[in-house]
Structure formats: structure tokens, C-alpha cells
């Protein structure tokens, strides 16, 4: 039996190979400026039009705003790693892209106290089909997001592009631990294979939007701490994030088991075009944060409050041994 796992385990360690290989293979840039053309117009929107802007991962000159056609910012960063951190104060022009953007490489000490963050995780698409890498995937995910929050200043939007594993994993306290720091705006989970075609890069990423809170504020936005049993396709016990279970139109498409990994869910496309509704998304998203303004503005510091946040939210920061 033990030996049977083995090769078990070894057969899905090769698989994740491929996967690897096939995701350093795949083009993005296609997915990635669909994606920040209706981003920015709602970064704007949220009142972050000046300071400074920091980009990482693959893609990020883009995302960030940089004009499609004219000579890339020089990265050397592949598909599967983190790469230079890029920096620039940010653009003027409402909409993507931004002519006026010079990003370049941040220096060490440059980053802290950003205003905005773009961070293009690894991986984030990639289904790994071996249990620690999973795992791992969390993790690491989980380890890049508390650093570039650690870059923002209080107020500050961090935007990540992250694996599913990270929401929906079964290990809560990466997620707890962001929430200590930083309120969900908003997520968007975006269709298997949105971001690129080939094998095994289907794992349906999710479009993050956290901002970093003031001292002594309680916490906001989404709970997205625990996951909650929802109804999916005649199952009637499929665990998915809270913030999903709440908002499922927040996926951009149709929530479907996972024919692959049957405790998970998949988002299969409603038709050829995510980016009408990722548009109407991301306009509700901007709209409840001014509502509850939390926004680019800095609220002031206060007294914590006396009562506890109610169930399902995270609960207010506390001591902090990245000191963040």
C-alpha cells in the first residue's frame, strides 16, 4: 500500500511538472491588458490619482499601464517567478493605458509607504495536482501578499493576482493573518483558462483587490476568512469562500465542481468575453468601498472599539511579528 502511494505521489509530482513547463510555455499579455483596462478606471475611481506605484511579476509594466506597442519595460522576469520590484509615481490619465508611466527598477528602501501595489503572483493559474504543492502554493502566495502590504501606507491598495488555493484552501490562517492587516474590497474570480491556454492552466484565478487598514480601525469590506458550504450542480456541501458564497456573481461565470479535484469548485466561462462582467464587478466593488469609505483617503486613527466585529469578519489588528 505504501508503495502504491508512492508512485501515486510520484505520477502527480511529474504532472505538476508538465504544468510548470506548459505555464512558463503559455502568452498572457492578451489577458492581462483586458484585465487592466477595467482596473485602472476604478483605481482612479477610489481616489488613488497620486504617489507612488509599485509593480512585480510577469506583466507588470502592463497591467501597471504600460502602452501596448511601444518598447517593454526590461524585467527578465519569466512567467513563474516574482522578479523586480517596478516603481513610478502614479499616472495621471484616468483610463489604461497611461502614456505618461516611467517605471523603473525600485530601489531597496524605495518602496515603503506606496500608495499602490500591482503583484502578478506566480503560478496563480496553474493547477498542481500533488498535495504539498497546493499547500505550498498558499503559502507562498500568502508570504507575498503580507510583503508588499508591508510596502503600502495605511489606505494603501494592494492588487494581486493570486491562486485559488489561497481563498479556498483548507489552511485558514494564511487568510486570517492577511485580514489582520488588510480589508477585502473585493475579489473576482476569473474563468478556467482566462489567463492562458495549455494544459493544466486552468485553475480559475482570482483577482484581489486589499487595502491596507489605518491603526486601531475595525475591520471591513468582505469576510473571507472561513469558506461556506454552498449548493453547486446538485452538491449540496461544496466549501468555497466566504466572500464567494455571498457574492457568487463575483465569479465570471457559471460555479461548477471541479472535474478534476472533486472538494473544489471551478468557474466554467458563460461565453468567449469575460471582460463585460468583470467591468459591472468591479464597478460594484468601487461603489460599496466609497460607500463605506474606505478609499485612497487616510482615516484617522482611533480608539478601538468596544464591542467585537461581527461574526464572519475578520477581527481587528492586533500585535504583529512582521511589524506591519
Known sequence: MQSADSDESARLKALDEIAHDWHVRAPTTDAHMKIAIHLWAQIKSLGYTSGRLLAVGQDADLLAGHPPGTPRTAQAVGPGE???????????????????????????????????????????????????????????????????????????????????????????????????????????RLPASALRAGPFQDSPAD???????????????????????????????????????????????????????????????????FEPHLSDVLDVITDAAIHHETTAHVRPTRGRPSTPPPPGRPAAPGPDPLGI
Open 82 to 188: 516574482a522578479g523586480l520590484v517596478l516603481s513610478a509615481g502614479l499616472p495621471q490619465a484616468d483610463q489604461w493605458p497611461h502614456p505618461d508611466l516611467r517605471l523603473e527598477p525600485a530601489a531597496t528602501n524605495a518602496p515603503v509607504g506606496s500608495d499602490v501595489m500591482i503583484a502578478n503572483l506566480p503560478y496563480a493559474d496553474t493547477r498542481f495536482l500533488d498535495r504539498s504543492n497546493q499547500i505550498d502554493i498558499a503559502l507562498e502566495h500568502h508570504r507575498m501578499i503580507r510583503i508588499a502590504l508591508s510596502w503600502l501606507r495605511p489606505g494603501g491598495l494592494l492588487v494581486a493576482l493570486a491562486h485559488r488555493q489561497l481563498l479556498d484552501g483548507t489552511d485558514a490562517e494564511p487568510r486570517r493573518s492577511i485580514a489582520q492587516h488588510a480589508d477585502l474590497l473585493g475579489a473576482v
Open 207 to 273: 483577482l484581489l483587490l486589499l487595502r491596507r487598514r489605518e491603526p486601531s480601525h475595525p475591520a471591513s469590506g468582505l469576510p473571507f476568512i472561513d469558506r461556506s458550504p454552498v449548493h453547486v450542480h446538485g452538491r449540496p456541501d461544496m466549501l468555497i469562500n466566504a466572500c464567494y458564497a455571498n457574492e457568487p456573481w463575483f465569479a465570471l461565470g457559471t460555479i461548477v465542481p471541479d472535474p478534476i479535484d472533486p472538494d473544489l469548485t471551478t468557474v466554467a466561462p458563460a461565453n468567449g468575453n
